[in-house]
RNA sequence: GGCCAGGUAGCUCAGUAGGUAGAGCAACGGACUGAAAAUCCGUGUGUCGGCGGUUCGACCCCGCCCCUGGCCA
């Protein structure tokens, strides 16, 4: 899959509430830039408190793409977010616009960068099944199996995994099953020399207060209504779909609501904790991801809005 | 004021015939190619409430004091 067009698009990011959807408006109304959101939740049509999307008036001031395209009781995946993304960008860029990339999923940003393998979709029976036979084996005793079967097939991408990765496994040996070539043999663009096409401005906030800034706005979604939002979403829908209920603020929410149910109900101030304390994870695992990628270059607010003149 | 229980990591707690202590959660670092706000790997960060005493050696035993909760006045 070609990224080509990367190197014609701006892009924007930093770990969550780090202010980066202000910051983008602003630079977007400045320069007539279009807004792609590089968020993997933002993609779900009525999750909006628990993934901050873009307000209305924000979303009126600037054209806004790649939020709602999805319904939350559908899946979704790195590789249709990279083909919509492409199209989408190629379009902005056709209207003579600028495509403004924003958001904080580091793995769609790498894919945006670099490209991704062209390879075969999930197959959920083969991944149950898979699944189903490493649980048998475990109640054996046999707590590698997955591991072992692996490196018959692809030693290469076995010596990399660890035994308990078990979603790595499980896709690595879903592509040789599908494919019969291992894994490791599409797996190429990530290493392949690229030039640095992008400059991608990365918000850096010190830990200690961008804890603080996180907590405060979980804090805000709740009290905004985020607990509504999941019954409104769960009434409509039932259950939502595997990879929107992974969500932050929503798996938390649905995990109080369905312990309603039992005699161990979990109350709503360890919840609002609970999603606090898992966001703030899911900010450290962000900024593990820009320290490793040469094209982030990291900014203060202060410093992108001297740069951008906004 | 008296009696009882307790005071150990950021939080909840375990523990030691007396040999300077460990779990879960949090925190921190790393990995990451069709689930990625997911998942996986690694790291203990501590005047063991305070001051004295006994002891070669005290978080543990003794005394006094401080704090918290409960019961009785």
Redesign the pocket.
Known sequence: ?STFFAKNCLFLTGP?ASGKTALAVALARKIGAEILSL????VYRG?DI????PTTTERAAVPHHLVDVVEPNE???????L?LARRTAEEVLSRGKTPLFV??????M??LL?????????D?AL?AQL?AEAEHAMTRGDIDFLHRRLAESDPATAA?????????L??AL??FLLTGRP?SA???????PHEETATVWTLDWP??E??RRINARVDAMFAAGLVTEVETLTAKYGTLS???R??????EVIAMLESRETDTPISLAETVE?V??????????????F??LPECRSVTVEEFREIHGV
């Open positions: 899959m969550t968020d993997s939740m933002a999750m628990g993934t901050a999307k899946d979704f995946s790195v590789a249709e977010y083909e958001g904080g999923t580091p793995l769609y790498k894919a670099r490209g991704i393998f062209d390879g075969p979709p999930a959920p991944r699944l990399r995994l660890h035994p308990n990765d078990t979603k790595r499980v896709r879903e592509v894994i599409f797996q190429t663009q990530f290493s392949e830990r200690e961008l804890h595997f990879t929107a992974q969500a932050v603020g929503y798996r609970e606090k304390a898992h966001t703030r994870q899911l900010a450290r695992r962000q900024c593990t991801w320290r490793s």
